[in-house]
């Protein structure tokens, strides 16, 4: 449609030749200069706008400009869609209950990705229906981590595509790294004993919070003498388990902070989000770092 619009004048322009020359040689409808000139100046603005529009397509090819469809249209669904569109991408769909992924199926049938930011409840549901349609699929919602081992399974089995990030900050991923590297070193240390304190918004419905479970998993497999982490509800924890405090307040967008404390000082190693565009700009660059790839794919894959 687009293209016969575009030839659209250059068609007029011929008629109008045609018109005044007659059913003639095409030679003498050149011989008639006006014309000519008519059909020249059509041809030079048809080619250049085919030629605009493949420079498009190739820039937008080499700018790895992608459709994305929004599986969760909260807090977040929202801060990635600004994101996005400032990175040249499209949103051509945002799935934000169970009812809409009926409603928008032509809509997501058209997307490269799928970002899902939508809730513990509903996180699993989503990925199985990404799976189904071949979508590749950007996971931040945290708290369904207990099936992440099955869903990795599936996702290898299947030949499908899956990025999941507890966090999807630079930052907090560089706290990540800063974590494994100080639980090494603490291992050597018996004296310190290590916790974790995380704080969020009151609207959270997870507690730990997924990041505070991947900082915990960051000490325990490499400290020998933890044997897993447990919430602080404010009862007596066993020495082998490693403490961790879930706040909840006004609207943190999430502070996390490790400590180790001995009996002379205390270690403090933590990270503070401003905002939640760190986590969007993040989760974005999962989606075009995931474009074309299969499997199981991490933030810690993707900042190696
Ligand atoms: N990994 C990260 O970096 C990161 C950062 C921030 C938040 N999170 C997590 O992301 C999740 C969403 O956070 P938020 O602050 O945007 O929450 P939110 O409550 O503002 O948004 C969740 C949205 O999901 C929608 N929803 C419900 N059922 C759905 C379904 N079947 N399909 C699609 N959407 C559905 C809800 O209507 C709601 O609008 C939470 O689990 C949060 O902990 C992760």
Known sequence: MEIKRRYRPLIAGLSAVRKVDGPRSVLSVIGNKKCACVALCYG?????????????????????????????????????EKVAIDRGHEIVATIDNDEEWASKA?????????????????????????FALHLPVVVGTTGWYDQLDAKIRECEEKGESLFVASNFSIGVNILFDL?????????????????????????????????AISLAKGIVGNIDRLAGWELDEGKAIPQEKLPIKAIR??????IHEV??????????????????????VGAVIAAEYLKGKKGYHTMEEMMD
């Open 249 to 254: 307040e006004g609207e943190v967008p999430g």
């Open 179 to 211: 974590n494994r590297r100080l639980a090494k070193l603490m291992n050597r240390y018996g004296n310190y004993s290590g916790s974790i304190t995380e704080t969020h918004h009151i609207h959270k419905l997870d507690a730990p919070s997924g990041t």
């Open 106 to 130: 032509a809509a997501l049938r058209t997307a490269d990705v799928a970002i899902d930011f939508s809730t513990p409840a509903t996180a699993v549901g989503n990925i199985d229906r990404c």
């Open 44 to 80: 030079i603005l048809i080619s250049q706008a085919i030629k605009w529009q493949g420079i498009r397509y190739v820039y937008s090819y080499l700018h790895n400009e992608m459709k994305i469809a929004l599986l969760g249209y909260g807090k977040m669904g929202h801060e990635i």
């Open 259 to 280: 400590a180790y404390d001995s009996e002379v000082d205390t270690i403090r190693i933590y990270h503070s989000a401003k905002s939640r565009k760190g986590f969007a």
